[in-house]
């Protein structure tokens, strides 16, 4: 059974890729690594499955399959991993319940330091880095400017937001983007692996596999049907979101409120500047909700009263 926060590090197979994860394999290996590298593509494309991958290829080659693009569920190695205790890689996520701060930042910098117990390459994973907060960025671009010799710095760039214009250029930027075709396999084979129940049409919408996954699973636990009432599926995820502070029944909400504004446009039963006007009313109270902690029966109440009334 998945659980609700879907961790990369632990997807023992790459699905999809193949391409992308041969050219960084062959950076590392040929010693061509670049000192500070940005992966950018939509939330769950599967840019940090890919990184998890990477690891795994250059530090426990003895369990990775490079043939099937798979690695074992129980070793050393991923032990420490998952549990962010291996010396030579230091991992943030900037997706965790509570926002990147500054002292995260300054932690990575004290870390740095100190010299890896192995002496080989050193891999800074920022992950989610568009999550981070300005100050953690300008603290972080002072570090990624003068990398110590076998420092690496990776950053995973969802483009939730836009990034300090010189981290772009201190970057050897590499855009992942998926063919329809080749998410829609994907997906099927993450279903057939994983024996899924599947509870959203993925044909139908763009939506990435890691997000899928996510969704499929918040909509198994929570009973949450896209067909049936917007705004009792709303007041459920807002709910959750505020017991749990859990970033992924944000993520859900934004994409049943796609969803949901999308098939009124469908519909044709609003022009669509009404749709546009109605959409970013209900985008801004979200995040209204989480930058300032809004009680949310007061942000559900105002939504409802915008869209119920027109």
Same mark, same amino acid.
């Given at each position: 059974?998945?659980?609700?926060?879907?961790?990369?590090?632990?997807?023992?197979?790459?699905?999809?890729?193949?391409?992308?994860?041969?050219?960084?394999?062959?950076?590392?290996?040929?010693?061509?690594?670049?000192?500070?590298?940005?992966?950018?593509?939509?939330?769950?494309?599967?840019?940090?499955?890919?990184?998890?991958?990477?690891?795994?290829?250059?530090?426990?080659?003895?369990?990775?399959?490079?043939?099937?693009?798979?690695?074992?569920?129980?070793?050393?190695?991923?032990?420490?991993?998952?549990?962010?205790?291996?010396?030579?890689?230091?991992?943030?996520?900037?997706?965790?319940?509570?926002?990147?701060?500054?002292?995260?930042?300054?932690?990575?910098?004290?870390?740095?330091?100190?010299?890896?117990?192995?002496?080989?390459?050193?891999?800074?994973?920022?992950?989610?880095?568009?999550?981070? =907060?300005? !100050?953690?960025? *300008?603290?972080? /671009?002072? +570090?990624? @400017?003068?990398?110590?010799? $076998?420092?690496?710095?990776?950053? %995973?760039?969802?483009?939730?937001?836009?990034?300090?214009?010189?981290?772009?250029?201190?970057?050897?930027?590499?855009?992942?983007?998926?063919?329809?075709?080749?998410?829609?396999?994907?997906?099927?084979?993450?279903?057939?692996?994983?024996?899924?129940?599947?509870?959203?049409?993925?044909?139908?919408?763009?939506?990435?596999?890691?997000?899928?996954?996510?969704?499929?699973?918040?909509?198994?636990?929570?009973?949450?049907?896209?067909?049936?009432?917007?705004?009792?599926?709303?007041?459920?995820?807002?709910?959750?979101?505020?017991?749990?502070? =859990?970033? !992924?029944?944000? *993520?859900?909400? /934004?994409? +049943?409120? @796609?969803?949901?504004?999308? $098939?009124?446009?469908?519909?044709? %039963?609003?022009?669509?500047?009404?749709?546009?006007?109605?959409?970013?009313?209900?985008?801004?109270?979200?995040?209204?909700?989480?930058?300032?902690?809004?009680?949310?029966?007061?942000?559900?109440?105002?939504?409802?009263?915008?869209?119920?009334?027109?």
């Amino acid at each position: 059974m998945l659980s609700l926060n879907f961790n990369p590090k632990k997807t023992t197979r790459l699905f999809g890729l193949e391409n992308e994860f041969n050219f960084l394999k062959k950076m590392i290996s040929s010693d061509k690594f670049p000192k500070t590298l940005m992966l950018t593509g939509n939330r769950g494309v599967g840019k940090s499955t890919m990184i998890s991958h990477l690891m795994h290829y250059y530090f426990d080659k003895k369990t990775y399959n490079e043939n099937e693009n798979t690695f074992v569920n129980e070793s050393f190695f991923l032990n420490q991993f998952i549990e962010n205790l291996f010396p030579n890689i230091l991992y943030l996520n900037g997706s965790d319940y509570r926002n990147v701060r500054i002292d995260d930042i300054r932690k990575i910098i004290n870390d740095l330091n100190k010299s890896p117990i192995k002496k080989d390459k050193r891999f800074i994973i920022l992950d989610d880095i568009d999550s981070f =907060n300005i !100050n953690s960025l *300008n603290a972080l /671009l002072k +570090i990624i @400017e003068e990398p110590l010799s $076998n420092n690496y710095f990776i950053l %995973i760039n969802s483009k939730t937001k836009p990034l300090i214009e010189t981290i772009y250029s201190r970057s050897l930027e590499i855009k992942i983007l998926l063919s329809n075709e080749i998410r829609v396999k994907i997906i099927e084979s993450l279903i057939k692996k994983n024996n899924l129940e599947v509870l959203i049409d993925f044909n139908s919408c763009s939506i990435t596999p890691g997000n899928f996954l996510s969704f499929n699973k918040i909509f198994e636990e929570n009973k949450i049907n896209l067909n049936e009432d917007y705004h009792k599926n709303l007041e459920k995820l807002l709910n959750l979101y505020k017991k749990t502070k =859990n970033k !992924n029944f944000i *993520n859900t909400i /934004l994409f +049943i409120t @796609e969803n949901y504004f999308y $098939n009124l446009h469908e519909k044709k %039963i609003y022009n669509i500047e009404k749709i546009i006007e109605n959409k970013s009313f209900v985008i801004n109270n979200i995040n209204n909700f989480i930058t300032y902690n809004l009680n949310q029966n007061s942000v559900i109440n105002a939504i409802n009263n915008k869209l119920l009334n027109e």
